[in-house]
């Protein structure tokens, strides 16, 4: 896998979190849907690779949040372009401290990715992610989140590990941008470590349809990881 599609797969998906890479503590209201349509991707060097596909969010009780990531990913180098099923992610999120008792939102977000079944697109071995993820909230309509955990591969020693941190700020009723300082380790494959920067942004079309972007670019070891990347979604909210 390309080390653009680990960046891809293996980090992503609440008003925070998409369409970052770091994600946010806040889990989905209790009784709640978020579903994601998204596409997003990565340029390399060598390829340019990603995956669209649909991000399914429940609010399974207060403070939990179950989610389930059904993904086709895309690979096109020199060789050709393969299309293929790329890993499925079933996930849980759980906020155990909140800002109004400890000054923080925290959260431990387990995320568990299947074998893709190809050699090309996603993985073709069982992941997990364990993460936590932190944000504070301030009046006048700034946020900040991150965090960061270690994916481990089929349940050895940790394979990568990957930290970020947003700032976000709400410049219209409607509008909110951000900016994302984004590290991951390098990993056991032999792919390098890699740092980038991003911005991001959220437009509320109203309170059941919002529109997300992301673009991003590397500043560690560009060509072999990231010389640019993008997220892209709609969200529906109910």
Wanted: net charge negative; aromatic share 12%.
């Amino acid at each position: 896998m390309s080390a653009g599609l680990v960046l891809t797969v293996l980090t992503r998906s609440a008003v925070a979190g998409p369409p970052y890479v770091a994600d946010d503590p806040e889990p989905t209201d209790y009784g709640h849907f978020e579903i994601y349509t998204f596409n997003n991707g990565t340029a390399t060097r060598s390829d340019v690779s990603g995956e669209s596909g649909i991000d399914f969010n429940y609010g399974a009780a207060p403070d939990l949040q179950l989610t389930a990531t059904l993904p086709a990913g895309f690979d096109q180098s020199i060789g050709g372009t393969n299309v293929a099923m790329s890993n499925l992610e079933l996930a849980a999120k759980y906020r155990f401290l909140h800002q109004e008792t400890f000054g923080l939102d925290v959260s431990i977000f387990l995320r568990i990715f299947l074998p893709s079944g190809s050699n090309i697109i996603g993985d073709n071995r069982t992941s997990l992610l364990l993460p936590v993820w932190v944000q504070k909230d301030w009046s006048g309509g700034w946020s900040a989140f991150g965090g960061g955990g270690c994916v481990f591969s089929e349940i050895r020693a940790a394979d990568f590990c990957e930290a970020g941190a947003v700032l976000t700020y709400q410049i219209l009723p409607k509008l909110q941008i951000g900016a994302e300082l984004f590290h991951q380790t390098a990993d056991s494959h032999g792919t390098p470590a890699t740092s980038s920067v991003g911005v991001g942004w959220r437009y509320d079309l109203n309170d059941n349809y919002h529109l997300l972007g992301y673009v991003r670019r590397g500043i560690e070891n560009t060509e072999e990881t990231d010389r640019y990347s993008w997220y892209a979604s709609v969200l529906f909210t109910f």
